[in-house]
């Protein structure tokens, strides 16, 4: 039932051109994962190997963020892992405000269709965007913010751990945070 809305959902949005990343895009980066998932983490934009592939996470940074969501005893099957923006943003840059704009529509449907009760935004970008434009990435991370029915959490990007493996002991307590919440909403 919500694997076909998100299907159908996702027929709409592989031909948007609402925002000029159509242009420049190989294939939409509609979203992966469970649709009944409890807990859904929300990225940036997609990069290089995510926009050849059309699936979210899919090159170095997604191999890290495999390993953590292990740690926790997650797989990609029990999650659902979707963006910010669906198309890929030229040589990496940051996502336009408008862009966001245009494309916000699209994860608030999948929202309503998957209803996650945790909610994990991975970067400082989707922090902005989801739990308020002043987030601090590194002074509230791993926190925790609620909004209507969601329980909503930021953690570091993965990239920035590629780039500062010095991150790795606070992502992993943040991850370690995300477990026990979701263990103690299962109870
Ligand atoms: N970075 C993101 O934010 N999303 C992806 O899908 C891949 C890399």
Redesign the pocket.
Known sequence: MKQKSLDELKKVCDSCQKCPLWETRTNV?FGSGNANAKILFI?????A??DEQG?????A??KLLDKYLDAIGLSREDAY????LKCRPPN?RDPKPEEEEQCIGYLREQLKIINPTVIVC??R??AFKIIKPDFKITQEHGKWFKKGDYLITAVY???ALLRDPRKRDDMMRDFLIIKDKIDELSK
């Open positions: 980066v990225g940036e934009a997609p990069g190997h995510e699936l979210p996470f899919v090159g940074s997604g892992i979707a963006n910010i990496n991975l970067g970008i989707s990007h993965p990239s």
